[in-house]
């Protein structure tokens, strides 16, 4: 079993940032890819960004490329997510996820483990 738990979600200005972490819980974390999607009122939950077991390996949505920043720590089984030049259409509520996978995947179908959510709010 898994327990993810977000933090740092806020109210910032477009243009300004936030760091979001993600503590997890339970030893299959320490094997697996990482990932952060969101979900808007009325949409459908969409990537963002995700990170392989040893940090080699990142992946990141073309919305978010060049402003959004995956990072992990095993030592203290942390996932962040920095967000930098947000946009109101940043606006979301944000899950951190894991996937039993080697791979580092996209789709939120192949995560099986999520935490409750954190809401980010960019106002124009």
């Known amino acids: 079993q898994v327990q993810l738990v977000e933090s740092g979600g806020g109210l910032v200005q477009a243009g300004g940032s936030l760091r979001l972490s993600c503590a997890a819980s339970?030893?299959?974390?320490?094997?697996?890819?990482m990932g952060w999607f969101r979900q808007a009122p009325g949409k459908e939950r969409e990537f963002v960004a995700a990170?392989?077991?040893?940090?080699?390996?990142?992946t990141y949505a073309d919305s978010v490329k060049g402003r959004f920043t995956i990072s992990r720590d095993n030592v203290k089984n942390m996932v962040f997510l920095q967000m930098d030049s947000l946009k109101p259409e940043d606006t979301a509520v944000y899950y951190c996820?894991?996937?039993?996978?080697?791979?580092?995947?996209?789709?939120?179908?192949?995560?099986?483990?999520w935490g409750q959510g954190t809401q980010v709010t960019v106002s124009s």
């Open positions: 996820a894991t996937t039993p996978y080697g791979w580092v995947p996209t789709t939120h179908s192949e995560y099986n483990y």
């Open positions: 990170i392989s077991y040893s940090g080699g390996t990142t």
């Open positions: 339970g030893r299959t974390f320490l094997k697996n890819t």
